[in-house]
């Protein structure tokens, strides 16, 4: 639990927003790119996977605060993406699958009527939905089983900005990056001692919003 004080905190801001905040809803989508490194000091080589597309689709809050330029956004999303990890004699591909919940503050200049650029900044608790558990073949390790267990929930943070135009569409580009090794795994050996890894997710994402 300790690693979710600092977005605790800040979802305890948000929560405390003055009561004239002004609030729309929205329709927020994209595609992520991630770079997955994983370290395990029983290996002699640690692997880097290539870039792997996925996708992610959910509603947002946009809470405009009485300070100008000032903003926060809050969202609950559905995440799919894919993973290359060492399971055989190559690199497969694995989906993980989560639940995001980002709160990010938002800092907006106006370039016109129609047309604004914004930079924002926040945690995100993921959600893991999907399969936690994939097993290892022999042929990595020999005589090991089980294989790798990820989270059941990760801590990361989110920086990015982009362009608000029409009053109705946003265009923006987010780096998620993970805090600590909050994607972890673990390795079962046959006499039944755990050996623990690190993996670690950092994504690019480019999203489109449309507000109500």
């Known amino acids: 639990m300790k690693r979710y004080i600092v ?3 800040f979802f305890t801001f948000v929560c405390a927003l003055p009561a004239q905040a002004q609030v729309r ?3 927020r989508g994209g ?6 490194t994983w370290k395990w000091k029983q290996l002699e080589n640690n692997v880097r996977s290539d870039n792997r597309n996925g996708f992610f689709v959910g509603a947002t809050l946009d809470v405009s605060l009485p300070v ?5 956004d ?3 999303l559905y995440d799919n993406r894919v993973v290359s990890l060492p399971l055989s004699e190559e690199l497969q591909n694995q989906t993980m699958q989560y639940i995001i919940v980002p709160v990010n503050l938002r800092y907006s200049v106006g370039l016109g009527r129609i047309l604004s650029i914004y930079a924002a900044t926040g945690p995100q608790v993921s959600y893991n ?6 097993a ?12 790798w267990e990820l989270n059941r929930s990760d801590l990361s943070w989110n920086v990015g900005g982009g362009i608000s ?6 265009l923006g580009y987010n780096y998620n990056i993970m805090l600590g090794h909050t994607n972890e795994f673990t390795v079962k050996k046959l006499s039944g001692d755990i050996v623990e890894g690190q993996l670690k997710d950092n994504t690019h994402q480019i999203s489109l919003t449309y507000f109500f």
């Open 68 to 72: 100008p330029g000032m903003g926060v």
């Open 136 to 147: 290892l073949n022999d042929y990595v390790v020999d005589n090991w089983t089980n294989g």
């Open 31 to 36: 595609f992520n790119v991630n770079k997955v």
């Open 25 to 27: 809803l929205g329709i």
């Open 74 to 76: 809050f969202s609950v």
């Open 7 to 9: 977005y605790i905190a």
């Open 129 to 134: 939905i999907g399969d936690r558990s994939w």
């Open 165 to 170: 135009f029409f009053g109705h569409f946003r």
